[in-house]
């Protein structure tokens, strides 16, 4: 009877354990990984080179790398050489419900002189350069069946209808460009490759995600030396360092992996007392774009509150405002489940902001 009694007493501490470790586990950042073309379709084949190789082994080597990080969730449209749709790339990210979206491809032209690396985030062609591109990677759609079924009339071909998807991205364009950005830092500043710039196109992939997404030309097939330099080993792993590092850059500076941690590595009471809540006003940042709206319900899903923040030519949009860090919590709830997947908490100490891994 002891012994009976025994175990079910160690079972149950184990259970116990189990329970509280999981509780205060936290959620993981979810980053999927997309490697452009696959299968029978090749992509350009600039100098015999296949995009769609090269594009997936830097997506691998993104992957190892990435995989370090124990806070990281990865998730691949594709490990393997297989076609998908451009649609079912988009559904995989938003049924995962991830935190970035991250594309890769190989640029080609028709003079061999061009090289370079850019990073694309969706927004309105600012030159015949970028729309041409866009149309490059959109018509993938025509070999697809069934394509006007399953992209609603979309005309990769026509201006009116990529200016039409720069809409639903508008929510996640700053924090694209963040991610952007800190890619093509580092393919400049690190790699010394040709800097083609951060730049705004109408990439139906990236319109149909409901998270900040990136998409990346690595650079030029058709330009010799920038082709064998993508095709080697080198380069790839080069270059999926650059854009790996950048992930994490990204990842470090939103602050949504550290606000939990605020529960679990203190009380209430300890937190309060090391940083008086009087001095502290928390926000959730639901959306960041170019165009300023009205802070009216109807213009963010029905949340009521939203106030607006005015940084540089671009406008920055809160729901909820509170010093209390458990109602900011349930604020950030009621945002995500209105559709803001991607918001977070931000932080102002005395009117200046903070990082909320500074609590």
């Known amino acids: 009877m002891q012994t009976l009694v025994k175990h079910l007493l160690v079972s149950f501490l184990f259970l116990l354990t189990s329970f509280s470790f999981s509780q205060v586990t936290p959620a993981k950042f979810v980053v999927v990984l997309d490697a452009g073309h696959g299968g029978w379709e090749p992509g350009n084949i600039g100098n015999g080179y296949r995009e769609k190789n090269i594009a997936l082994n830097?997506?691998?080597?993104?992957?190892?790398k990435l995989e370090r990080q124990k806070d990281i969730k990865?998730?691949?449209?594709?490990?393997?050489?297989?076609?998908?749709?451009?649609y079912e790339r988009a559904a995989?990210?938003?049924?995962?419900?991830?935190?970035?979206?991250?594309s890769v491809h190989c640029d080609a032209w028709t003079s061999s002189s061009v090289y370079g690396a850019s990073t694309f985030?969706?927004?309105?062609?600012?030159?015949?350069?970028?729309?041409?591109?866009?149309?490059?990677?959109?018509?993938?759609?025509?070999?697809?069946?069934?394509?006007?079924k399953n992209y609603g009339g979309f005309d990769p071909n026509s201006p009116e209808?990529?200016?039409?998807?720069?809409?639903?991205?508008?929510?996640?364009?700053d924090q694209s460009i963040l991610l952007a950005t800190a890619v093509q830092d580092n393919f400049i500043n690190k790699l010394k490759r040709k800097n083609r710039g951060v730049?705004?196109?109408?990439f139906w992939v990236l319109h149909n995600t409901y998270m900040p997404s990136v998409l990346i030309e690595t650079g030029f097939l058709t330009n010799k030396k920038e082709g064998a330099y993508l095709s080697s080993k080198k380069g790839q792993s080069q270059m999926s360092s650059s854009?790996?590092?950048a992930i994490i850059k990204?990842?470090?500076?939103?602050?949504?992996?550290?606000?939990?941690?605020?529960i679990v590595e203190e009380s209430p009471k300890e937190l309060e007392y090391s940083v008086p809540s009087s001095e502290i006003i928390f926000k959730v940042q639901i959306a960041a774009g170019s165009r300023k709206l009205e802070t009216k319900s109807y213009n963010f899903k029905g949340l009521k509150g939203v106030t607006m923040e005015s940084i540089g030519k671009g406008y920055k949009y809160y729901y909820g405002e509170t010093s209390d860090y458990s109602e900011i919590k349930k604020q950030r709830e009621e945002a995500r489940k209105k559709g803001y997947s991607s918001c977070f908490i931000v932080a102002y100490k005395n009117g200046v902001k903070i990082s909320v891994k500074r609590l």
């Open 121 to 148: 985030v969706l927004g309105l062609h600012k030159n015949a350069a970028n729309l041409e591109i866009a149309k490059k990677e959109n018509s993938v759609i025509f070999l697809e069946e069934d394509y006007e």
């Open 199 to 202: 730049k705004q196109a109408g």
């Open 74 to 86: 990865l998730i691949y449209t594709r490990k393997t050489d297989v076609f998908l749709e451009l």
């Open 243 to 245: 854009i790996s590092n």
């Open 250 to 262: 990204y990842k470090e500076s939103l602050n949504t992996s550290f606000d939990d941690s605020i």
């Open 161 to 173: 209808s990529l200016i039409g998807l720069t809409l639903m991205q508008e929510d996640y364009l």
């Open 92 to 102: 995989i990210a938003n049924e995962a419900n991830a935190d970035l979206f991250v």
């Open 58 to 64: 830097i997506i691998l080597a993104v992957g190892k």
